[in-house]
């Protein structure tokens, strides 16, 4: 096969203007979806739409062959049936154009006849000096351009986590889930079939890329593992990578083989390779964005010793024990920490680690116990779920519809408002402590502002669903602060 070019990813995550092969108005066509999700989604460079009819494509003049475009082109979009996109790849090539997405199907994931049809295509492309995404592809995010080259009509969340998918719905749906998860987005790859680019083309990238601080995998099958774990290898010291593998079982081998021809492979053994290249493996895709969102957002932990404060005794239990069957260490208190909480909370409190709050209300208490423990000498990271109510924080839109029944509209507004402004300011408490301290703070089930705050500090707040995730997570960033304390990183 012909040697393969350079590619140029400023022209795939940056590109000042894009041709659309297969626009069209006709919103029952993908051609039609992508070119409306680019226009909408932000992208402030030239778009030109190509259709074999001519004619106009929302508002913009269309062109019948991409050769016909009057300026230069930097990313070709392609969205046509999969027997003319060879002779679209090589109108791509005559135009000049280094980097191409093929949204169209019908590949090798179909068969012999669609695998012989891609290899012809990618062949004609790299003799041509012609990188491409997919093909079988819904495309790319990039937030530096506002570019939203997707099929579904998502808007990702802007923030510094990257995410490369060997599937798209898995991907599209991630980014979706980020404003939920408090995980924003820099760059996202659906890398398709990778018929020419591949996942390692992709991780070498991000690695080099200063706008991505975290590399979130979703694979399948790599054809070439060790080029992927060479370069996983260099990378991983410098920004945590984080896997989760779809085709873990035979039933999810084949379906992984009959949707993007993905030659999958045995759980264990890439688990055991993805360990000893430093990559951080997820156990499920909800799994992915949390601990992305805890090391997009906190400082890593320098031991693994946890301290836990909550508001009653069962939740600080079954924190304690996923604590422990994690490897990390619940530490006992001394005696200076206990003087100090014994001023803040009541005559009765047990003493102990987790700091069991007895039902203290208000939020200068918490803060106040948050403050004497995040700065105890005794231990590395904390888990809270006292802040706004902890695990319970979900019933409180709950609360204010039941007051609203026995209470004046005007009064309950009121109440919530006063509420929400606490929130926000113990958030900001919460951040400033984490970035005096340089301790992660991981908070269970608040219900907390997503995202950074006003700025004052450089941390966010990561926050679970439950005590265990939450401590699967502080687990995953001392497992990462000891592998890179391992290679001479700390």
């Known amino acids: 096969m012909t040697k393969k070019p350079e590619p140029n990813f400023d022209l795939l995550f940056n590109p000042r203007s894009i041709a659309m092969i297969g626009a069209s108005s006709n919103l029952e066509k993908w051609g039609a979806i992508v070119f409306l999700n ?42 046509i049936p999969a027997q003319f996109v060879k002779e679209a790849v090589e109108d791509c ?39 491409l995404v997919g093909p079988n592809t819904m495309g790319i995010f990039s937030a530096s351009a506002s570019l939203t080259a997707l099929m579904p009509p998502v808007r990702p969340r802007r923030g510094a986590v990257s995410l490369i998918s060997q599937s798209g719905n898995i991907g599209t749906q991630m980014l979706g889930w980020g404003e939920k998860f408090a995980v924003g987005f820099n760059k996202y790859v659906s890398s398709g079939n990778e018929g020419d680019l591949r996942c390692e083309d992709y991780l070498d990238f991000l690695g080099r890329d200063p706008e991505t601080r975290v590399i979130l995998l979703y694979i399948e099958g790599l054809d070439d593992g060790r080029e992927f774990l060479t370069k996983a290898r260099n990378i991983s010291p410098h920004k945590p990578i984080i896997a989760f593998k779809g085709g873990r079982t035979e039933a999810g081998t084949r379906a992984a083989k009959s949707h993007s021809g993905a030659m999958a492979g045995v759980k264990e053994v890439y688990e055991a ?39 009653g005794g069962g939740w600080g239990v079954i924190t304690a024990d996923a604590c422990n069957e994690l490897g990390l260490e619940v530490p006992p208190l001394d005696g200076e920490i206990i003087r100090r909480l014994d001023t803040i909370l009541p005559a009765f409190w047990s003493r102990g680690n987790p700091v069991d709050m007895v039902a203290t209300l208000g939020m200068d208490p918490y803060i106040q116990c948050l403050e004497a423990l995040i700065a105890w000498d005794g231990v590395d990271a904390v888990i809270s779920l006292s802040g706004d109510a902890g695990p319970l924080s979900h019933l409180l839109p709950d609360v204010k519809k039941r007051a609203e029944s026995i209470l004046p509209t005007e ?80």
């Open 38 to 79: 680019m226009i909408m989604g932000g992208y402030q460079g030239k778009l030109y739409p190509v259709n074999p009819k001519g004619g106009m494509v929302f508002n913009r003049r269309a062109y019948p062959r991409v050769t016909e475009v009057p300026e230069p082109v930097d990313l070709a979009v392609v969205a």
């Open 93 to 131: 090539i005559r135009k000049g154009i280094r980097m191409a997405i093929v949204i169209t199907s019908d590949f090798s994931e179909t068969g012999e006849e669609g695998a012989r049809l891609e290899r012809e295509m990618v062949e004609v492309a790299r003799s041509g000096g012609l990188r």
């Open 273 to 311: 390779a993805f360990r000893q290249a430093g990559v951080l493996w997820a156990s499920t895709t909800e799994e992915m964005l949390e601990l992305s969102a805890a090391f997009s957002s906190l400082p890593l932990p320098r031991g693994n010793r946890v301290g836990i404060l909550t508001r």
């Open 411 to 490: 009064k309950t507004d009121k109440m919530m408002q006063v509420l929400s402004e606490a929130r926000g300011r113990i958030y900001e408490r919460v951040c400033e402590l984490v970035e005096k301290h340089r301790k992660p703070v991981f908070a269970v089930g608040s219900n907390f502002p997503r995202g950074k705050g006003t700025g004052k500090s450089e941390f966010a707040l990561a926050q679970f669903r439950s005590p265990e995730r939450a401590a699967r997570a502080a687990g995953a960033m001392w497992r990462y602060y000891q592998y890179r304390k391992a290679i001479g990183m700390e």
